[in-house]
């Protein structure tokens, strides 16, 4: 019997906390290990059908599995959640993954060997992912379609080892399509991970690799690697350019929510090219308006609504309970977060709109914030702010 295997990777500094009482008297968004002011991907993660796995869940490492299982004790559904790049508790850690994107190798790595330790010919996979978790999220789908999953032989091999297969198997497959110029941001990547797996890759060859197919890969607001760009006759670069702009023939669906009014310069959203099926829409608010992460969650609910309606499809098939356990309810009319405005320290790094090609889907949730009367932070004192965004795409 087939099942599903769903990865989710949070965005930068993004995690749950170790929820207090996980016990029956707890919230029930405290015993899924969400908080409400928490990402659409924990949001989805909570929802997800099945039972926690405690040996699959590290509070300190913000890491959480979960398992539907049918009657006969089979696997309808497994699932795993990681924290976004950075998130890890320890300083060196957070700016060194935060800041500079290190970190997406270890949760492409991580991600890798999950998929690859459980799935069996036949299996959905589903990847889902927020901002640089959204990165990690395409470019893991990349490596998956790419080059296949681990052998089930190399994927049991002890936490150490597999994880060094998985570097291994990233860095064959982009030496195996990259340019002059990615081999030597490949070499600045090595130098930062300081990873053995990178300098004595291990020997894998084209039998060392299953062929694999993914379901759906659904991400909020890609966002790059954030903070190495370099510059290359002129234009910044980005320096690890993972993730795929073209989805491969071999992802189902590419779902794709985007803010439309985000101007922070360094959260540059990655598009997919244009592709039948490829969906990527507009929705109202900033990064985290669209991605969650706020107290006040309307705007971004809208966007996760969107994606659940989406992996709901047969072809997808993703198993949900029937009423989210975390509070969840769209509202294009609640309040939009400038965080450009509200810390002016993002002049330094550029702020302007996004531009969007021509035809791009706008979500109904613009349109209504346009006619209604919508809630602004960081607004003229005393007024209410109208909603009339300039940058809408051309039909």
């Not at 976004?84 to 060997?113: C, E, P």
């Not at 197919?213 to 659904?218: D, F, L, M, N, Y």
Request: glycine share 12%.
């Amino acid at each position: 019997m087939s099942k599903t295997i769903v990865f989710c990777a949070d965005g930068t500094w993004n995690g749950p906390e170790d929820p207090a009482g996980k016990g029956d008297g707890a919230a029930p968004e405290a015993a899924a290990g969400c908080q409400p002011e928490l990402t659409n991907v924990c949001k989805l993660f909570a929802w997800l059908d099945g039972n926690m796995l405690p040996e699959g869940t590290d509070w300190g490492g913000a890491e959480m599995e979960k398992a539907l299982l049918d009657a006969n004790g089979q696997s309808v559904q497994i699932a795993k959640y990681i924290h976004g790049v950075g998130n890890s508790q320890q300083l060196i850690d957070k700016v060194a993954g935060g800041a500079f994107g290190v970190g997406v190798v270890a949760r492409i790595a991580r991600g890798y060997t999950y998929i690859s330790r459980n799935f069996e010919p036949g299996d959905n996979i589903v990847i889902v992912g927020f901002s640089r978790g959204a990165y990690t999220a395409r470019a893991l789908a990349g490596l998956i379609a790419g080059q296949g999953l681990l052998r089930p032989d190399l994927a049991a091999l002890d936490d150490q080892d597999r994880y060094d297969t998985a570097v291994s198997a990233w860095y064959r497959w982009r030496h195996g399509n990259e340019t002059t110029f990615q081999k030597i941001a490949d070499g600045v990547l090595e130098f930062l991970t300081i990873h053995n797996a990178f300098s004595h890759p291990k020997p894998l060859d084209a039998n060392s690799f299953v062929d694999a197919k993914i379901a759906a890969v659904a991400v909020w607001d890609t966002v790059g690697s954030l903070g190495i760009p370099i510059y290359y006759q002129g234009s910044a670069i980005d320096l690890f350019r993972f993730c795929d702009l073209n989805l491969n023939p071999k992802i189902g669906l590419g779902i794709h929510a985007v803010s439309l009014d985000e101007q922070r310069m360094p959260f540059e959203p990655t598009l997919w090219n244009p592709n039948p099926n490829v969906t990527q829409a507009l929705f109202p608010g900033g990064h985290c308006d669209v991605g969650g992460g706020y107290p006040d969650h309307g705007l971004s609910d809208g966007a996760l609504l969107w994606i659940v309606d989406r992996l709901q499809h047969a072809d997808v098939g993703l198993h949900f309970t029937l009423h989210p356990p975390v509070a969840v309810q769209s509202d294009p009319l609640g309040p939009r977060h400038r965080e450009w405005v509200a810390d002016r320290g993002w002049l330094i790094a550029g702020v302007g709109p996004r531009a969007f090609p021509a035809g791009m889907v706008v979500n109904d949730n613009i349109r209504q914030r346009m006619n209604g009367q919508p809630e602004d932070l960081f607004g003229a004192s005393g007024q209410q702010p109208t909603y009339s965004p300039n940058n809408l795409p051309a039909r």
